[in-house]
T-cell receptor
């Protein structure tokens, strides 16, 4: 079946770096994207990888390795406002089927 | 610029009642449209997605249905709600890529 696996919780301190991993198993694969969701809000797009390698967008970076069916989101210089849930999502077909992982709850401590 | 509208923000419905949630996108044409559901503290479950008018792909064989009567309008419906239909319903759009834009969501409580 199709699935994306993420750790359920991660805790880090302000100013630190944290990595959130995502492994996927899908019938097809056309890339991985990442979203942030604060309590009660809608998810917002952070970053994506259509090809292997690292993509950097400010404090956030995302990495993809197709051969390992693995990606991660890297958050640098953590701030309290980064406390939220983070989701990876895989594009399973060229028609646009996007499936999500169960999410990782990040808690940033002072 | 593109915007997505989803309403209502909250909805309380009795078991067995019908449901209609509407989503519209402005500022773009021929988008992919999506309906997701999120249970409390859980991930996003893909319910339906559409690549064009009248073209609906169903991912969840339950008592929900979706329709796309116009290019930028996506409707989620049910004839009879179940308790298990409670959740946070999210509409989203993109242009066939990895970057998805979400509406503000509808919190549905079925009692």
């Amino acid at each position: 079946g199709q699935s994306l696996e993420q750790p359920s919780e991660v805790t880090a301190v302000e100013g630190a770096i944290v990595q959130i991993n995502c492994t996927y198993q899908t019938s097809g694969f056309y890339g991985l994207s990442w979203y942030q969701q604060h309590d009660g809000g809608a998810p917002t797009f952070l970053s994506y990888n259509a090809l292997d390698g690292l993509e950097e967008t400010g404090r956030f970076s995302s990495f993809l390795s197709r051969s390992d069916s693995y990606g991660y989101l890297l958050l640098q210089e953590l701030q309290m406002k980064d406390s939220a849930s983070y989701f990876c999502a895989a594009l399973e077909n060229q028609g646009g089927k996007l499936i999500f992982g169960q999410g990782t709850e990040l808690s940033v401590k002072p | 610029s593109q915007t997505i509208h989803q309403w209502p923000a909250t909805l309380v419905q009795p078991v067995g009642s019908p449901l209609s949630l509407e989503c519209t996108v402005e500022g773009t044409s021929n988008p992919n449209l999506y309906w997701y559901r999120q249970a409390a503290g859980r991930g996003l479950q893909l319910l339906f997605y559409s690549v064009g008018i009248g073209q609906i792909s169903s991912e969840v064989p339950q008592n929900l249905s979706a329709s796309r009567p116009q290019d930028r309008q996506f409707i989620l419906s049910s004839k009879k709600l179940l308790l298990s239909d409670s959740g946070f319903y999210l509409c989203a759009w993109n242009h066939r890529g990895l970057k998805l834009f979400f509406g503000s969501g509808t919190q549905l409580s079925v009692l």
